[in-house]
């Protein structure tokens, strides 16, 4: 598995959640990608791809990303990497000001958020899970599961939507 880092302020948490559980992995930086994906000869099965300053409707051009989709790869996408997997399969996304904080889902979780984009519409292959305040913020297909928020940040949360993704 690899973890593709962008900046991301919760990097830490999610590499010590991944740690904590026993996962292995490769810390693979955007900026190293192409040379990762030209000189890695192991099996790429799973992919995480973290949250990021960066945002999808002002920069959506992250072609190597693509080649992922394209593969038979499971991916996670937490915040930005969500909205990514959401915008290049047909979803919508909008812009807002910055949404930071806890917030109560629809069950009561307590669940931190930290972005400026919302993924608002998915196309009939995802599956919504939850939504809260009117934007969607877990979804899934047979392949991917995106996360518009951080479950890195809490380990109860991590250990009950990443890990049983990864494991599988």
Same mark, same amino acid.
């Given at each position: 598995?690899i973890?593709?880092?962008?900046?991301?302020?919760f990097?830490?948490?999610?590499v010590?959640?991944?740690?904590?559980n026993?996962?292995?992995?490769?810390?693979?930086?955007?900026?190293?990608?192409? =040379?990762?994906?030209?000189?890695n000869?192991?099996?790429?099965?799973?992919?995480?791809? &973290?949250?990021?300053k960066?945002?999808?409707?002002r920069?959506?051009?992250f072609?190597?990303?693509? &080649?992922?989709?394209?593969?038979?790869?499971?991916i996670?996408?937490?915040c930005?990497?969500?909205?990514?997997?959401?915008?290049?399969?047909?979803?919508?996304?909008?812009?807002?000001?910055?949404?930071?904080?806890?917030?109560? &889902?629809?069950?009561g979780?307590?669940?931190?958020?930290?972005?400026?984009?919302?993924? &608002?519409?998915?196309?009939?292959?995802?599956?919504?899970?939850?939504?809260?305040?009117?934007f969607? =913020?877990?979804?899934?297909?047979?392949k991917?599961?995106?996360?518009?928020?951080?479950?890195?940040? =809490?380990?109860?949360?991590?250990?009950?939507?990443?890990?049983?993704f990864?494991?599988?």
């Amino acid at each position: 598995m690899i973890l593709v880092v962008y900046f991301d302020e919760f990097f830490k948490n999610l590499v010590k959640r991944l740690k904590e559980n026993g996962v292995d992995f490769e810390i693979v930086k955007y900026d190293n990608l192409e =040379n990762f994906i030209l000189s890695n000869s192991k099996q790429i099965d799973k992919v995480i791809i &973290t949250g990021s300053k960066k945002r999808i409707l002002r920069e959506h051009d992250f072609p190597l990303l693509e &080649t992922f989709m394209k593969q038979n790869i499971k991916i996670i996408g937490i915040c930005f990497g969500f909205q990514y997997l959401a915008y290049k399969t047909g979803g919508k996304l909008m812009e807002c000001e910055k949404f930071i904080g806890i917030r109560n &889902t629809e069950t009561g979780e307590h669940l931190y958020f930290n972005h400026y984009d919302i993924v &608002t519409d998915l196309p009939k292959k995802w599956k919504i899970i939850a939504k809260i305040d009117g934007f969607i =913020n877990i979804a899934a297909t047979e392949k991917w599961i995106g996360f518009q928020f951080h479950p890195e940040k =809490n380990s109860k949360h991590f250990t009950h939507y990443i890990l049983p993704f990864l494991l599988s």
